[in-house]
Structures are given as C-alpha cells and as structure tokens.
C-alpha cells in the first residue's frame, strides 16, 4: 500500500507509532503530495515527461553557486 492509498486509521496508526512523524497536519501533507504525485504521473506519465512539458522539453541546468567562489566546509 502506497502513501496515497491511506485513510484515516492509517494516519493514526502511525500517529500513534514510536519514532514516527506526530504532526496530523504533516501526515496528512505526505498523503496529498502521494495522491497529487499519482495524479501528475497518470496525466503525464512520468515525472520527467511532467517536468519537460514545462519547459518546451528541454533540460534546465541552475547552479545557484556558478561564478561564485564555493565555501570549504
């Protein structure tokens, strides 16, 4: 079963589970981002093909750290 198969006993059973995320609100968040991902995947048929239909089909490369010196951690 996948995130977006989930009800709400779901939500509470891990809820409800040690060492797993308490938050309803963020539960509930994974659950929708799942259902909206299937949606997406359904329409488009993959998540590349989603991504390349927003930009004419080509790769779209951002280096947020080009020309800039990057810091040595």
């Given at each position: 079963?996948?995130?977006?198969?989930?009800?709400?006993?779901?939500?509470?059973?891990?809820?409800?589970?040690?060492?797993?995320?308490?938050s309803?609100?963020?539960?509930?968040?994974?659950?929708?981002?799942?259902?909206?991902?299937?949606?997406?995947?359904?329409?488009?048929?993959?998540?590349?093909?989603?991504?390349?239909?927003?930009?004419?089909?080509?790769?779209?490369?951002?280096?947020?750290?080009?020309?800039?010196?990057?810091?040595?951690?």
């Amino acid at each position: 079963m996948g995130y977006c198969d989930w009800d709400t006993s779901s939500e509470l059973n891990i809820m409800n589970t040690e060492g797993m995320i308490r938050s309803r609100r963020k539960i509930e968040a994974v659950i929708n981002n799942a259902r909206c991902f299937q949606k997406m995947r359904a329409e488009f048929g993959s998540f590349d093909d989603y991504l390349r239909a927003h930009s004419d089909g080509k790769s779209i490369i951002q280096n947020s750290l080009a020309g800039k010196e990057k810091s040595r951690l």
